[in-house]
């Protein structure tokens, strides 16, 4: 079984809203139609996107930190969003997982939006049917595109390859792999929805040092109970020889 | 929640309807077996029929306002067997149709007995399309109720209690239609209709209240930790992505005070529970239409505003996402 997913890397997201961008453009102008916008340049403009990104912080000032957070569909492995569809509209593709809205046969009842915990439907205003994110579907099977092409349009916008994309249940796959050692985990497990995306957490590389690791412990002076016989901040032998 | 009309008149109305069309049942059930008297087919089962099923319908015009492409809304009947608002998409037509061809039996007197048992009871062919039509009419009240029901991380809905609540409030406002209209049509009725809708009123009481208080009491389980997935006890949203609004930032919350939302708890409570039952005691003491029909129009004013606080109350763990610009 095929489960394509994406996998976010927080540690790297800087919150450039590129992914948002290029995903509207891509599917605005893709096959199944425009994506509604609203007074786009006037008061109060609103719009369907598939994707956002968000920005919080976290801790108290001064120790506080940023996070840029996207978040779309997380093509859930039980998604929630699928039963509830009187229509049958909403539906997960066997052969890749992919969580779809057929257009043409929703009623735009927004039960299913009602039913992701992620907030990740929303309601196309002018055309009054579900949209939600696609995985680029239309742009990841296309073999008039090169290879290296045939991925998700924000995942080749990001410039600090923060979005990853592939099969998470290949577990050598390069993003099952990150998932499992860099820390990878799921939105809101307490629903039991399985989110196929990942998201990496925020990693940092701190140096430990002890003050034992100050002073030379080993010093052989030590053994005939005499102190050093220089000052520490002074030279040792080492800093003299080990050039 | 963000209450949207044409659901909270959806289930106003087909509430009504169905209370109405079980109190007619009830009726001629209780008369079939001699409890009591019989009534006159056409003025009272037939137009009370009638009465039912012009709510029903009005339930139904109701809910097309809350479909974004009306002219699909035959393709809801498709997923019945994993989705309540595809199944209550099939048994509201259903019931309307069954309503529809017990009121015709009666306004046109095809109502042959089957047979009579010894003791005197009367099987006739409208009770059994009266059978149908009662587990039709449950059947709508529990696909309706499960509708909010089943969705777990709406844990003010996520309760047996939502479903109790559909059944009790849309019974009592239908047991109090049926009593103001008995006062006319058939008045020996009155009394039995008007002391079941007191009965079915506070028992209604009691069920909503223990859902209120079971949501006072309710701890979220999703939080913005769980939501990011980040473990620090301060985390605040700085932005959400977008300056204008969109469909998460419309649907999903009451856009009103806490203090609205508060009064109107209290107001429901006292429209749909108090004085219905004070002006149906008199209504009842003085067989009064007038004050009998006061009391099922307050009570359904208070539904109103009972149904607005039930979508207002649940919480969307999306909401999470989406607390500043
Ligand atoms: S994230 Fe929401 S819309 Fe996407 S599959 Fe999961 S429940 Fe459905
Ligand atoms: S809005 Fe469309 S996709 Fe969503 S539940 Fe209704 S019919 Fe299905």
Not at chain 1, 150 to 176: M, N, Q, W, Y
Not at chain 1, 207 to 226: F, G, M, S, T, Y
Request: proline share 5%; hydrophobic share 45%.
């Amino acid at each position: 079984m095929t489960q394509l997913a994406l996998v976010i890397d927080l540690n790297v997201c800087v919150g450039c809203h590129a992914c948002v961008t290029s995903c509207k453009e891509w599917n605005t102008s893709g096959p199944a139609g425009f994506m509604t916008d609203e007074n786009p340049y006037s008061k109060d403009p609103t719009g369907t996107f598939f994707n956002r990104v968000q920005t919080y912080e976290i801790g108290e000032f001064p120790a506080t930190e940023t996070l840029h957070f996207p978040k779309s569909c997380l093509h859930c492995e039980d998604p929630p969003c699928v039963p509830v569809c009187p229509t049958g509209a909403s539906y997960k593709r066997k052969e890749d997982g992919i969580v779809l809205v057929d257009y043409d046969k929703c009623i735009g009842c927004r039960y299913c939006s009602w039913a992701c915990p992620y907030g990740a439907r929303e309601i196309d205003e002018k055309q009054q049917v579900m949209k939600k994110c696609t995985l680029c579907v239309d742009r990841i099977y296309d073999t008039s595109l090169p290879d290296t092409e045939r991925k998700p349009a924000c995942v080749l916008a990001c410039p600090t390859s923060a979005r990853l994309f592939g099969d998470v249940h290949d577990s050598e796959s390069d993003i099952s792999i990150k998932i499992r050692e860099e820390g990878g985990y799921q939105l809101m497990p307490e629903w039991g929805t399985k989110p196929a995306n990942h998201y990496l957490p925020r990693r940092k590389t701190r140096l430990h040092i002890h003050e034992d690791e100050l002073v030379r412990a080993d010093n052989p002076l030590k053994k005939e109970q005499r102190g050093p016989s220089k000052p520490v901040d002074a030279p040792t032998l080492d800093d003299s020889t080990s050039w | 929640m963000n209450p949207a009309f044409s659901v909270i008149f959806l289930t106003t109305l087909i509430g009504v309807g169905q209370g109405m069309f079980l109190a007619l049942f009830t009726g001629q059930s209780y008369s079939a077996v001699e409890l009591l008297p019989s009534e006159d087919s056409t003025g009272f089962y037939g137009t009370g029929a009638l009465i039912a099923l012009a709510f029903l319908v009005l339930g139904l015009i109701a809910s097309v306002f809350h479909l974004g492409r009306p002219e699909r809304a035959w393709r809801a009947a498709a997923m019945w067997r994993t989705s309540w608002l595809s199944r209550e998409v099939i048994v509201l037509p259903a019931l309307m149709f069954l309503v529809f061809v017990y009121a015709v039996m009666h306004l046109f007197g095809w109502d042959t007995v089957l047979f009579t048992t010894k003791s005197g009871a009367r099987l006739q062919l409208t009770l059994i399309v009266g059978t149908l039509g009662m587990l039709a009419t449950f059947g709508l009240f529990i696909a309706t109720g499960m509708i909010y029901a089943c969705l777990k991380f709406l844990q003010e809905w996520n309760s047996p209690l939502t479903v109790i609540n559909y059944i009790l409030l849309g019974t009592a406002s239908g047991f109090l239609l049926a009593t103001a209209f008995a006062n006319t049509n058939a008045p020996e009725l009155m009394r039995f209709y008007g002391i079941w809708a007191i009965i079915i009123t506070v028992a209604g009481f009691i069920t909503r209240s223990a859902s209120l208080i079971r949501n006072a009491r309710l701890k979220a389980k999703s939080t913005i930790q769980t939501a990011l997935g980040i473990r620090h006890n301060k985390i605040r949203q700085k932005a959400m992505g977008f300056m204008g609004g969109s469909v998460n930032t419309r649907d999903f919350s009451h856009h009103m005070t806490a203090t609205f939302l508060k009064s109107i708890k209290w107001i429901f409570l006292l429209l749909v529970f108090v004085l219905p039952v004070a002006f149906l005691w008199e209504g009842i003491e003085t067989a009064n239409t007038a004050i009998l029909l006061t009391a099922f129009i307050i009570q359904y004013i208070g539904l109103l505003g009972e149904r607005w606080f039930f979508f207002a109350q649940a919480n969307h763990p999306q909401n999470l996402y989406y607390q500043t610009v």
